[in-house]
């Protein structure tokens, strides 16, 4: 359980207490019901991470909305976007073990995730990446129509686990995940992915494109 959620909770309760004394028990249920909502919103359940070799795991739950290459100061680069609804576990992990060597947070906008334009003009956090093996990585927490707060729990020179949690995007949102284009991609468009535990791609086992 993230601890927003227990704040969220107890607050709600304590409205619903106070409706209860001033108002009807009966309007009591609507902060009661929200409580229960957001305890279950911030949910974190534990995950069976991959020991594979190279493996990139998903940094979200959510949906597969794109794959493409795309260019990055001239060189193309493999980019995965995963969508997560209000219905998604939103704590978020990181793609791969290695040091985070960057960590960059771009005010913008609040377009819908599901926009591609999102990737660019939304509100967003950008992680740098270094793995052992010399790769490196982009990981974007990227704000929605709905979200309103990134949460990123790390800061550059930390080093991070395959599937260590790292932050949390707060209600609908995206997440992306730039690799080298010598990535070898094992999803697609419409999968769905679970945070930590999906493989999304197998990096080379030796120092390969960065």
Known sequence: MVRDGIYYALALVA????IGIWATPLLALVPLLLAAFFLWFFRDPERTIPSTP?????????????VSTIQVEGQPRTSISVFLNVFNVHVNRSPAAGEITAVEYRRGKYLNA???ASAELNEQNVCTLETDDGH??????????????????????????RGERIGLIKFGSRCDVILPISAKVLVQVG???KCGSSTLAILPPAQGEL
């Open 15 to 18: 409205v619903a207490v106070l």
């Open 54 to 66: 190279g493996a990139v795991v998903s940094p979200a739950d959510g949906k597969i909305t794109s």
């Open 114 to 116: 599901m926009n591609p």
């Open 136 to 161: 490196r990585i982009v990981f974007k927490q990227i704000a929605g129509l709905l979200a309103r707060r990134i949460v990123f729990s790390r800061q550059p020179g930390d080093l991070v686990a």
């Open 191 to 193: 999968d769905l992915v």
